[in-house]
């Protein structure tokens, strides 16, 4: 609090609600924070002014993954295990919405206590009304729990789907249980030809690499590279750094390294491209998507 009082220009790392508990509601929507990352995708909808996104809306990000269950892998009997509160009942209403235009109807739905791993009575709702596909809008360590005891269940041939966030059990999942959970990346495969990626590689090295099995990595190095990127173009802003969010809000159709970018108003978002990913460990069957 010390350090951050010092300052209003927050880059990356976590979400908004997280300065929202710290330094309260007035001070979150007057801070300049560039690229958040965090799960809470309704804080698009708050018009926080000083507030640069990167990542698409979770409806971006929900509708792809939708598409994807449906219209490639033809699973319509689909179930929704999500977190209670106000972030997860969001999350869900969004998927029920977005399924709905779809002209599916989801066969169940359970939640689970926010902040817990108590996942053992949504599980057993769930796998009662036999889903070919879950979407797990869910933490981490649950959805790895959730999957782990479906697996073991012999639940073998179902479909588990989720966010970004799930991107960093999806290894894990594989080599523990041998099964393939879909998630959505906001960045790449660190092995794509794409410029960003090269220049990752370049700056990762071959030490950083041995320990690097996730590609939020990579997705920090876009953020850290965009501000310099920023400062180049626009030297004042060290001075000056409200005029941070008017360089990036003039955004349009910016080719940056490989990755497009254009300013939406609406959300407050710069992304325009982002991937599924449909198993570990394959960066070159990822789906590239035009948002």
Known sequence: KQYLA??????GGVGTTFWQQVFGESWASQAIHLFPISENYHIHNKGYKNTIFYRPTAEQELKVPCEYVIKKQVKDKIAIFYESGFAGNSL?????????????????????????????????????????????LSKPRPTYKFIKYAVDKGQTSILFVGMSPLLSIQNLLKNA???????????????SALQ????????????????????????????????????????????????????????????????????????????????????????????????
Not at 107 to 127: C, F, H, K, Q
Not at 200 to 226: D, P
Request: aromatic share 12%.
């Open 92 to 136: 869900f209403e969004l998927l029920v919405k977005i399924l709905t235009e779809y002209g599916v109807e989801p066969v169940i739905s359970a939640r689970y206590t926010a902040g817990t791993v108590e996942i053992d009575r949504a599980l057993t709702n769930i796998l009662q009304a036999a889903p070919n596909a879950i979407f797990c």
């Open 177 to 191: 249980r041998g099964i393939d959970l879909v998630t959505t990346s906001i960045v790449p495969p660190e092995t």
């Open 6 to 11: 010092k300052t209003k220009v927050i880059l």
């Open 196 to 291: 960003i990626a090269e220049r990752f590689r370049a700056f990762a090295g071959a030490e950083f690499r041995a320990n690097r099995k996730t590609s939020f990595y990579l997705e920090s190095f876009l953020y850290t590279e965009l501000l310099y990127w920023a400062v180049e173009k626009k030297p004042e802003v060290v001075a000056h750094p409200e005029l941070l969010v008017e360089y990036f809000e003039h955004i349009k159709n910016v080719n940056f390294y490989g990755m497009p970018l254009s300013f939406d108003p609406a959300t407050r978002t710069l992304a325009r491209k982002l991937w599924i990913v449909p198993k570990a460990d394959a960066g070159a069957s990822w789906l590239e998507i035009n948002l």
